[in-house]
């Protein structure tokens, strides 16, 4: 039984068939690419923080009734989501598989 290291060219071949290394994306290119992904995930976030936030502010301003309701719509937010959250990570599992 033989073990066999790699040569340089080998490594030089592994690098030319993987592409470009060094290759960084940047924040706003990753942010783009995944809300081309999935829409919804970043969409619930900006809900959720919405209803939070004016719900804070109308309990602030001594309104509850509208500060619960804000409260209510919050926790469907996050369910939506949650829920886009979950059927994004499923598509992305079922296209890796094909």
């Known amino acids: 039984m033989t073990n066999e290291e790699p040569t340089d060219l080998d490594w030089i071949q592994l690098r030319k068939d993987l592409g470009p290394v060094n290759q960084v994306e940047t924040t706003k290119e990753k942010f783009i690419r995944k809300f081309g992904e999935n829409p919804f995930v970043p969409l619930g976030?900006?809900?959720?923080?919405?209803?939070?936030?004016?719900?804070?502010w109308c309990f602030r301003t001594g309104r509850p009734k509208l500060s619960q309701r804000m409260m209510r719509l919050r926790i469907a937010a996050q369910g939506f989501t949650i829920t886009a959250?979950?059927?994004?990570?499923?598509?992305?599992?079922?296209?890796?598989?094909?």
């Open 85 to 98: 959250l979950v059927v994004g990570v499923a598509m992305t599992a079922g296209k890796s598989l094909k």
């Open 45 to 56: 976030c900006l809900a959720t923080a919405g209803a939070l936030t004016y719900g804070l």
